[in-house]
């Protein structure tokens, strides 16, 4: 298929009669939009997230439910098509009651998943339902059918493969005729659903992206695009109209909430340019993320990422000797664990856990694997930190660019330096308490 854009919209974007239409009217506006994947409504995964944690009693999860129930029928109520959908959303909800009595019997993840799916599933409804008010042939898809992962139930992992195969023989072919939507978030292992974790929707978008060969992977969300730093830390953040796929990558990693880590991975497997815009304001330039663009300046952006773990291990076996360092890192690959920044010393090594929580609660390590870990050396961990990362290009190759950063820092204590193994980025791990500070600093001295 020729000149194919993918379009992802956001939480607020689907988040109620008006914002839908506005999105609809932004998929319409391009004729090349022949495959919207959408967000549950704003709000809607949050509430999803408690009548899955197997503590609500009955009183709390029909309260819940009905908050779920009002949201989406305040939008049907604004929709003129004749479709029952009233009936859909009382299916829906009566096996979403179902499986939350279970869930509250017998807590499982499995469960989880398949409770958190409802509400991409209701979204993608209305959705198709709107699009149709506005005469557009649109078809709902479900997503499930071709977004294979692994069992890996709240962070699954997708299966490359056999996603392209089933998008091609399942999907594709519907482009032809229809606009399609389904849903992000969402996958399947087998016929049980499966959630690629919290800010998935953008992941999934861009493996569909890949598996069709889309042309462009548009991003819709309710800010005008990507900023020099979070315009809720400063208010001389600047708009950033056009930055490289490394450097887009550094921000995701790091902090910039905007863009979930993962998204960039298949664009850049297949070298799909990526646009992030607004849809309560489609009118602004937004940023487009590329292979090559034609600035690339030494400082680009500051990013902030709060509830960092920071684990010191501390052993005379590492001094002049070999092996300490695989040992410890194969007992964190056997409990699963994923590191984020490491620096080490003679007798000493930090590192700090990258934080896959749902709950984007601080991550910490299993008493399994701290129990294994204290055998082989001493173990101390510390919480309360925020990771502040200074993106740019050629940072550790340019002279005198060490001496503005760390001239600028000269009165905050840094407790890590991460710096050298990327040009595109220089790392501080601060304490929680003064990191929105330091990110003011960094901006106004850098920018």
């Given at each position: 298929?020729?000149?194919?854009?993918?379009?992802?919209?956001?939480?607020?974007?689907?988040a109620n009669y008006q914002a839908m239409v506005r999105s609809a009217n932004i998929v319409l506006k391009n004729p090349a939009t022949k495959l919207v994947v959408v967000s549950a409504c704003s709000g809607v995964t949050n509430i999803l997230v408690q009548l899955s944690s197997g503590k609500v009693n009955e009183e709390s999860s029909q309260h819940l439910i009905k908050k779920l129930e009002n949201i989406h029928?305040?939008?049907?109520?604004?929709?003129?098509?004749?479709?029952?959908?009233?009936?859909?959303?009382?299916?829906?909800?009566?096996?979403?009651?179902?499986?939350?009595?279970?869930?509250?019997?017998?807590?499982?993840?499995?469960?989880?998943?398949?409770?958190?799916?409802?509400?991409?599933?209701?979204?993608?409804?209305?959705?198709?339902?709107?699009?149709?008010?506005l005469k557009a042939q649109s078809y709902c898809f479900d997503v499930r059918k071709v977004m294979k992962t692994n069992n890996s139930y709240g962070q699954a992992k997708p299966n490359l493969e056999l996603i392209k195969t089933l998008t091609t023989s399942h999907l594709k072919p519907l482009l032809t005729d229809h606009i399609v939507v389904t849903q992000g978030y969402i996958g399947s292992f087998g016929n049980t659903t499966t959630t690629l974790g919290r800010g998935g929707s953008d992941f999934s978008a861009a493996l569909l992206a890949e598996s069709c060969s889309a042309d462009v992977l548009e991003i819709w969300t309710d800010v005008p695009g990507m900023y020099t730093t979070d315009p809720r830390l400063t208010n001389k953040a600047r708009p950033i109209e056009e930055i490289s796929f490394s450097e887009a990558s550094e921000m995701a990693n790091f902090g910039a909430k905007i863009l979930h880590p993962s998204t960039l991975i298949p664009a850049i497997r297949k070298n799909i340019p990526v646009f992030i815009g607004s849809s309560i304001s489609s009118n602004e330039k937004g940023?487009?993320?590329?292979?090559?663009?034609?600035?690339?300046?030494?400082?680009?952006?500051?990013?902030?990422?709060?509830?960092?773990?920071?684990?010191?291990?501390?052993?005379?076996?590492?001094?002049?000797?070999?092996?300490?360092?695989?040992?410890?890192?194969?007992?964190?690959?056997?409990?699963?664990?994923?590191?984020?920044?490491?620096?080490?010393s003679e007798v000493k090594i930090s590192l700090t856990l990258d934080n896959l929580s749902t709950a984007n609660e601080a991550p910490n390590i299993p008493s399994e694997a701290l129990k294994e870990l204290e055998e082989l050396c001493k173990v101390e961990i510390e919480q309360n930190y925020s990771l502040v990362a200074l993106?740019?290009?050629?940072?550790?190759?340019?002279?005198?660019?060490?001496?503005?950063?760390?001239?600028?820092?000269?009165?905050?204590?840094?407790?890590?330096?991460?710096?050298?193994?990327?040009?595109?980025?220089?790392?501080?791990?601060?304490?929680?308490?003064?990191?929105?500070?330091?990110?003011n600093t960094l901006h106004n001295e850098l920018f």
């Amino acid at each position: 298929m020729l000149n194919l854009t993918v379009a992802k919209f956001g939480g607020t974007s689907v988040a109620n009669y008006q914002a839908m239409v506005r999105s609809a009217n932004i998929v319409l506006k391009n004729p090349a939009t022949k495959l919207v994947v959408v967000s549950a409504c704003s709000g809607v995964t949050n509430i999803l997230v408690q009548l899955s944690s197997g503590k609500v009693n009955e009183e709390s999860s029909q309260h819940l439910i009905k908050k779920l129930e009002n949201i989406h029928t305040d939008i049907i109520e604004k929709i003129s098509t004749t479709s029952d959908l009233n009936a859909k959303l009382s299916e829906h909800l009566n096996s979403l009651k179902l499986l939350v009595e279970e869930i509250n019997s017998q807590y499982s993840k499995i469960l989880v998943d398949q409770i958190v799916s409802y509400g991409e599933v209701l979204s993608s409804l209305l959705f198709t339902e709107i699009l149709k008010e506005l005469k557009a042939q649109s078809y709902c898809f479900d997503v499930r059918k071709v977004m294979k992962t692994n069992n890996s139930y709240g962070q699954a992992k997708p299966n490359l493969e056999l996603i392209k195969t089933l998008t091609t023989s399942h999907l594709k072919p519907l482009l032809t005729d229809h606009i399609v939507v389904t849903q992000g978030y969402i996958g399947s292992f087998g016929n049980t659903t499966t959630t690629l974790g919290r800010g998935g929707s953008d992941f999934s978008a861009a493996l569909l992206a890949e598996s069709c060969s889309a042309d462009v992977l548009e991003i819709w969300t309710d800010v005008p695009g990507m900023y020099t730093t979070d315009p809720r830390l400063t208010n001389k953040a600047r708009p950033i109209e056009e930055i490289s796929f490394s450097e887009a990558s550094e921000m995701a990693n790091f902090g910039a909430k905007i863009l979930h880590p993962s998204t960039l991975i298949p664009a850049i497997r297949k070298n799909i340019p990526v646009f992030i815009g607004s849809s309560i304001s489609s009118n602004e330039k937004g940023t487009w993320i590329k292979e090559s663009v034609d600035s690339s300046p030494l400082f680009r952006a500051v990013t902030l990422r709060k509830n960092q773990t920071l684990i010191t291990l501390h052993s005379l076996k590492m001094f002049q000797a070999y092996g300490f360092l695989a040992e410890v890192f194969n007992i964190l690959a056997r409990h699963k664990i994923s590191v984020d920044l490491v620096t080490t010393s003679e007798v000493k090594i930090s590192l700090t856990l990258d934080n896959l929580s749902t709950a984007n609660e601080a991550p910490n390590i299993p008493s399994e694997a701290l129990k294994e870990l204290e055998e082989l050396c001493k173990v101390e961990i510390e919480q309360n930190y925020s990771l502040v990362a200074l993106i740019g290009n050629r940072i550790s190759q340019t002279n005198g660019a060490n001496k503005k950063v760390f001239n600028a820092l000269k009165d905050y204590t840094l407790r890590l330096i991460c710096y050298g193994a990327s040009p595109h980025n220089m790392c501080f791990l601060v304490k929680e308490n003064v990191a929105k500070e330091i990110v003011n600093t960094l901006h106004n001295e850098l920018f």
